[in-house]
């Protein structure tokens, strides 16, 4: 069972995506084999996993939970079941029998509510900052021109809202807040959402709301009902 999978995020992602392994015995040289891992995560702790915006390596499911829902004769059909040598044998030549190849896993995973849950739980900061200056719920009509702000009110008004909504909250520098909105607003070297200038004073932004709420609930997944 899994315990918190968030501090090895990064780690798991090129465990899951890569082709290739190094299997060594001890005094003897490594050699490099094809990868053939799946990563099953089980656990009672639901928000253990980084689900990020841009996610397409996990899919997620709400197992049957028996401790609020006892079903005893249920879980005494699947334990003999397992231990019947003819269901194993059957199942696994169901398994051998799926056609693997040419299978697209990233488009065709089951979308999940806790999946959407937990991608939701594990949005950016920046992203949930930023959908508020787009949210016609939020901000209302659009203004007649574009608001302008320079990199250091952009930051300043970012740090504002995360004082308001995040208890234990740290400020961050206008590098830390420019190389975060640059992630996720930045593209194939175009700005999606914000634009840019840069001027005899400094960095100035201004953002076109249709366009950033579209990039946020599209491209990022995220609205405030998720």
Known sequence: ??????????????????????????????????????LLVFSNT????????????WSVFKCYNFHISPD????????????????????????LAVECA???????????????????????????WAYTLC??????????EPPKFMSSEL????????????ENNSTVSITSFGLAIKKYFHINDEWLGFRKRITMKGSVFTYVRDELYRIITKEHGYTEDT
Request: proline share 7%; net charge negative; with cysteine.
């Open 1 to 38: 069972e899994a315990d918190n999978l968030k501090y090895y995020s990064n780690k798991i992602k090129d465990f899951i995506t890569c082709e290739t392994a190094n299997l060594a015995e001890k005094g003897i040289k490594s050699m490099t084999v094809r990868d053939y891992s799946r």
């Open 46 to 57: 639901q928000n253990i996993i980084k689900i990020e915006p841009d996610d397409r390596r």
């Open 72 to 95: 005893p004769e249920f879980f005494e059909r699947l334990h003999n079941a397992l231990n019947d040598p003819k269901v194993v044998h059957r199942f696994r030549q169901e398994l």
């Open 102 to 128: 040419g299978v697209n896993f990233q488009a065709i995973r089951p979308d999940t509510g806790i999946y959407d849950d937990l991608r939701a739980a594990n949005t950016p900061a920046i992203i949930r």
């Open 135 to 144: 949210n016609p719920l939020i901000v209302g009509e659009d203004p007649p």
């Open 155 to 166: 930051c300043n008004h970012y740090n504002e809202w995360c004082s308001q909504n995040f």
